[in-house]
């Protein structure tokens, strides 16, 4: 009996959508390749032996945004750093200097003094879906363009920062990233930057993350004009605490869990005097707060030196105090 469906046929089908996917691939690195970088660092560290403070090489990748010098790349490549150089795709390697770094969202913004140089552009990674192409591109090591592929594995994750934080709207890919790919670029089919490569987890096979271009871009931009990125600061150390059935009962709360003060810093620069040590904040401005890291997201700079209402439980009892958040240091 003749075959209704030839080999052939299926083989061409396959080659052309391997061809499809392979020039989508290559076209992309094709135009995005000059603009990444190798970032090479040399770290102050100190020796656990000798105790004695010891420079130690590191390296990362980066990529340029704008024509005239700015590279994102990632805070934990330049940590420490002492000296910091970047070498380009035509070879050239040159000094920066580090315009700011944020450690809460693991974003750093470098200044090389060269011109006219190849820049990518942000994406809006709002639009981003699950299963769409990410192609991650590098320099680990110094080798020049290493790139995988792969897809848009899950949205809207969270990452721990180095410094406690939580990174929000984290990219999983399974776009691999090798050692030194941290700072590089993850970017969509058209060459456009998705995200910024930040973290693998070792003993996990496909599972990388990418802080969000949306969030990488604003606080790029922050880092450029200010240096810095400005958050509000209530000038408290709290922690995670279970609330009993009837407390959230009586109180009428929505979670399960709330902020309880153990230390108020006084004569800082929030006006924080109607908080008691031992109250339980459950609410910021009518929003709920159930952890640390709610009130981390709540905390950005548009509520520096504005008046906000706490809802906190004092013995047992739900109350409306004010604040006054000063600008974290």
């Keep these: 009996m003749e075959n209704e469906y030839p080999i052939q046929l299926v083989q061409h089908t396959d080659q052309a959508l391997l061809d499809a996917y392979s020039s989508t691939i290559t076209g992309v690195v094709h135009t995005v390749a000059e603009a990444v970088v190798h970032i090479e660092v040399m770290k102050r560290m100190v020796n656990p032996k000798t105790k004695q403070v010891e420079q130690a090489p590191g390296s990362g990748s980066g990529f340029l945004i704008s024509s005239d010098g700015f590279v994102v790349t990632n805070h934990h490549v330049i940590e420490d750093a002492s000296d910091i150089k970047v070498s380009l795709a035509d070879g050239r390697k040159v000094a920066a200097e580090l315009k700011g770094s944020d450690p809460s969202t693991d974003i750093a913004v470098l200044k090389i003094y060269e011109n006219n140089l190849k820049a990518l552009s942000f994406a809006d990674s709002g639009t981003l879906q ?142 924080n005097n109607e908080l008691r040590t031992g109250d339980i904040i459950v609410a910021f401005n009518d929003q709920p707060v159930g952890s640390v890291d709610d009130l981390h997201r709540m905390l950005t700079d548009q509520f520096i030196g504005q008046p906000v209402a706490l809802d906190v439980l004092r013995n047992g009892r739900r109350v409306k105090v004010k604040v006054v958040p000063g600008e974290m240091r």
């Excluded at 990410?134 to 969270?158: D, F």
């Excluded at 930057?193 to 871009?217: E, L, Q, Y």
């Design 130 to 271: 699950a299963g769409q192409i990410a192609i991650a591109i590098g320099n680990p090591l110094g080798l020049q363009h290493t790139v995988t592929a792969g897809v848009v594995s899950a949205l809207g994750r969270t990452l721990r920062a180095t410094n406690g934080r939580l990174i929000d709207d984290v990219i999983q890919t399974d776009a691999a990233l090798n050692p030194g790919n941290s700072g590089g670029p993850l970017v969509n089919s058209f060459g456009q930057v998705i995200g910024v490569n930040t973290a693998m987890i070792p003993t996990a096979h496909g599972i990388c993350f990418a802080v969000s271009s949306n969030v990488a871009a604003y606080v790029a931009g922050k880092l450029i004009l200010k240096g810095k990125v400005t958050r509000a600061y209530l000038g408290i150390a709290g922690q995670l605490v279970s609330l009993t059935e009837r407390m959230i009962a009586a109180n009428k709360l929505q979670k399960r869990t709330g902020v309880y003060i153990f230390e108020i810093v006084a004569d800082g620069p929030a006006h």
